[in-house]
């Protein structure tokens, strides 16, 4: 059987993938019977071709996309190439077809039949022993698999479905050469990142760095680079805070001193200054973390002016990058000024830790000043005014300040601040992620200026919603992943509130001194969560419940005269 095929338009030109749908659809009846049967005998490389090119060609339809019958000449090919075994998936049409069917479970979030369908094909080439020679068929379904799985961006609910049959053979194909045990690797890690299996990523960030640096010329790029960076994040999440440090120095060392602008920037072998950048912020980051372990506070204090110094340095390089990058086309300028901003607020955040409130204040401004003068997208204004609104609250709420002149104009600060964010989110909530498991991140803030503003009832109304919403969502207090059901992730909870849920016990610390809010931390809201946890209508009557009085009580606890510094190191279990 000979199939004759359009392959140009009238002018010469390739024809678009809707053109060639309309030509494979006219011929359809022609080729094929109601069944699906071909109407006449024909190669192995015939069968597959008409299958797939029809199978594709109702997935392109201009008229209306039919999945189903798409799906029906997909499984067409995968019948065949299952039935012949060794010769069927020998074939280049063979990947094709399967590929085609795994993608179109992927797309419609029929994980459990592409995992089946991925396991079928990878134990046939298991037994023919085709997985460690250079560009098998299997490392290529392997490469476009693995493709499809991040693009397809699939929740980490259907993910740990498919998850065991990609470790079962995840070793296996760890020899291959080429992009597809790389690409692997990446899925496997960012799976295990996302649902906080920090030790399963941090291993398979290492095998993926390993398999990149198997190209020579790859060695010292982009790809090398973010390896490392995945590495070193994965450490510091585990607390392996010398670990994350030793792993950015290698980093840094296949950064180009002679690049200090955006020379290269799009060149996959070359890291330069916005590489250096993320070193940077990533040093701040990890010392930051570091020092809230640490017992002694000359060594917390060096480690934070340290991590100070490193965040002006990612800061500086990055605004110094922003006018190239708004000249390099097919960049997004709004994510390096996002970068940008961030790194001005982490310095602010850092010297507001300090009670060095000028300073805090000055870097707070020019991160705002910069996205508002750009148009900034609004996620990274909500979190960057509340934040600054939160300055303006621990000033008002130092010792120095409280009964001073000062103290109104800085309340009034707060709530202009967090009104701003506020707008913003309502806004723009759905560009803003989930900031925080509770549903308006900003409430906890709003309780508080309005306490002190002489608004009591409206305070502890408030303040009482935001404690009941963190009962109910079940994330991560210390880092905002969510909880998956059914899995061992997020799944630590506070034994004595049983109200809080934590990764691990990295997580636990952190939250229960919550270094960055101490209004927050687990130490002073463990026995009102409590409280919430076990009574769901004390929301609705708290004027007149025993809460209404718990609640006055941690208000007036914030005030600075009433304020008991515990030692931070006594943390209640976790289970």
Not at 82 to 93: L, Q
Not at 241 to 255: F, G, Q, R
Not at 431 to 459: C, H, Q, T, W
């Amino acid at each position: 059987m000979r199939i004759k095929r359009d392959v140009t338009s009238g002018n010469g030109a390739d024809v678009s993938p809707e053109q060639d749908a309309i030509i494979w659809l006219k011929k359809e009846k022609e080729l094929v019977t109601p069944e699906g049967s071909l109407r006449r005998a024909a190669t192995i490389n015939t069968e597959f071709s008409v299958y797939n090119n029809l199978a594709k060609a109702h997935s392109n339809n201009p008229a209306g996309k039919n999945d189903a019958r798409a799906e029906f000449y997909f499984q067409k090919v995968v019948d065949i190439a299952n039935n012949r075994d060794r010769v069927g998936f020998a074939v280049s049409g063979a990947r094709e077809g399967f590929v085609g069917l795994f993608k179109l479970y992927v797309k419609t979030e029929r994980i459990e039949e592409a995992s089946v369908l991925f396991q079928t094909f990878l134990s046939k080439g298991s037994a023919r022993g085709w997985f460690n020679k250079r560009g098998s068929i299997e490392s290529l379904v392997v490469y476009d698999c693995t493709g499809a799985i991040v693009t397809c961006d699939i929740t980490n609910t259907l993910m740990k479905t498919f998850m065991p049959v990609l470790e079962k053979y995840i070793e296996t194909l760890e020899f291959i050469v080429g992009d597809a045990i790389p690409t692997l690797y990446f899925t496997m890690y960012t799976n295990f990142n996302f649902s906080c299996s920090y030790s399963k990523a941090l291993s398979y960030a290492k095998k993926r760095l390993k398999a990149i640096q198997r190209a020579p010329e790859r060695r010292n790029g982009k790809l090398a680079f973010s390896a490392m960076i995945e590495i070193s994040e994965s450490q510091m999440h585990l607390g392996k805070y010398k670990d994350a440090l030793s792993e950015l120095k290698v980093a840094e060392t296949i950064i180009r001193p002679f690049q200090k602008d955006t020379v290269g920037f799009q060149d996959e072998n070359i890291c330069g200054a916005w590489e250096q950048s993320v070193v940077y912020e990533l040093f701040g980051d990890t010392l930051k973390e570091q020092a809230q372990m640490e017992k002694t506070k000359q060594l917390k204090k060096e480690m934070n002016e340290k991590s100070i110094s490193y965040f002006k340095k990612s800061s500086d390089l990055r605004y110094g990058l922003l006018d190239g990058f708004y000249r390099i086309e097919g960049t997004d300028p709004d994510y390096f000024l996002s970068a940008a901003v961030r790194t001005s607020q982490k310095i602010g955040r850092q010297y507001a830790n300090m009670k060095k409130w000028s300073r805090a204040k000055k870097y707070y401004m020019l991160g705002i000043e910069r996205a508002e003068r750009a148009e900034i997208e609004s996620g990274s204004m909500v979190m960057t005014c509340q934040d600054f609104g939160r300055v303006f609250l621990d000033q008002y709420l130092d010792p120095n300040y409280f009964e001073s002149e000062e103290a109104f104009h800085l309340l009034q600060s707060a709530v202009k601040y967090t009104q701003k964010a506020l707008a913003a989110f309502q806004i723009y909530s759905p560009m803003v992620m989930d900031l925080s498991f509770n549903k308006v991140p900003m409430s906890f803030d709003i309780a508080v200026e309005s306490y002190f503003s002489g608004r009591i009832d409206e305070a502890c109304h408030t303040l009482g919603c935001h404690l009941m919403a963190m009962t109910v969502e079940k994330g991560c207090a210390g880092c905002g992943h969510a909880h998956v059901e059914g899995t061992d992730v997020v799944s630590k909870v506070c034994t004595s509130c049983d109200a809080v849920y934590y990764c691990n016990d990295a997580c636990q610390q952190r939250n229960w001194i919550n270094i960055d809010d101490k209004r927050k931390s687990h130490k002073i809201l463990c026995p009102l969560l409590k409280e919430f946890k076990y009574d769901t209508a004390v929301v609705e009557e708290i004027e007149s419940s025993a809460t209404y009085q718990r609640l006055l009580d941690y208000f007036e606890g914030l005030k600075p005269s009433k304020r008991k510094e515990k030692p931070s190191y006594i943390i209640d279990p976790i289970d």
